[in-house]
């Protein structure tokens, strides 16, 4: 089983809709979630941490659950500058393991 | 602030030739530097990490070395390229404030 495992998409949304993914991580002694997020051909950008009460950052929102070891990330309105691969990151032990990413395409 | 930098940004290298890709970190002291691998298509692969000067630890079996002459210089290293060496490498430096990890603009590698 991988450390963390996403669903590698693509998502193709239309402008304006709202999109979720998930993520699952092997590791319960995991302690700090990130989501980032990775242009074609550059290199991945923190796009928010996770906290466990849930955090949200304008259209972003993302959720911690520790007991079924899942995080998530909600995408409301979405624009066509969100198309991107976003990836799941977990800490284990001062690493960072990171999903394979999950590719969304927003269209016109 | 901080800010990481490593180059060469590309580059196209034949079989069996070394390699060197250097990383520098400015604005922050003894910090956790990280060298990663993405494959075309594929997530990111930790290879080596340091937690301070000659202190370097390898995640998996490879090709490749990793070194750390300065505090805030990180270095990898082959003697000699395979074709599956190719990908693109990325150096980061964790905030022990936060447990975030920045990324350099990356070094893309083609072994020919």
């Known amino acids: 089983r991988k450390e963390v495992e996403q669903d590698p998409g693509p998502f193709n949304v239309p402008e304006g809709a709202t999109v979720a993914f998930n993520c699952t991580y092997s590791?319960?002694?995991?302690?700090?979630f990130f989501w980032y997020r990775q242009d074609c051909r550059k290199e991945p950008k923190l796009l928010m941490s996770?906290?466990?009460s849930g955090n949200e950052d304008g259209r972003f929102t993302a959720q911690l659950n520790r007991a079924s070891q899942y995080i998530s990330l909600l995408i409301r309105d979405s624009k066509l500058s969100d198309s991107a691969t976003y990836l799941c990151?977990?800490?284990?032990?001062?690493?960072?393991?990171f999903g394979a990413g999950t590719i969304l395409r927003v269209k016109s | 602030s901080q800010t990481i930098h490593q180059w060469p940004a590309t580059l196209v290298q034949p079989v069996g030739s070394p390699l060197s890709l250097e990383c520098t970190v400015e604005g922050t002291s003894n910090p956790n530097l990280y060298w990663y691998r993405q494959a075309a298509g594929r997530g990111l692969q930790l290879l080596f990490y340091s937690i301070g000067i000659d202190q370097i630890s390898s995640e998996v079996p490879q090709n490749l070395s990793a070194s750390r002459p300065q505090d805030r210089q990180f270095i990898l290293s082959s003697k000699k390229l395979l074709l599956s060496d190719s990908g693109f490498y990325l150096c980061?430096?964790?905030?022990?404030?936060?447990?975030?990890?920045?990324f350099g603009e990356g070094s893309r590698l083609t072994v020919l």
């Open positions: 996770v906290y466990s």
């Open positions: 980061a430096w964790m905030s022990r404030n936060t447990g975030e990890l920045f």
């Open positions: 590791n319960s002694a995991s302690q700090s």
């Open positions: 990151v977990v800490n284990k032990e001062d690493k960072l393991v």
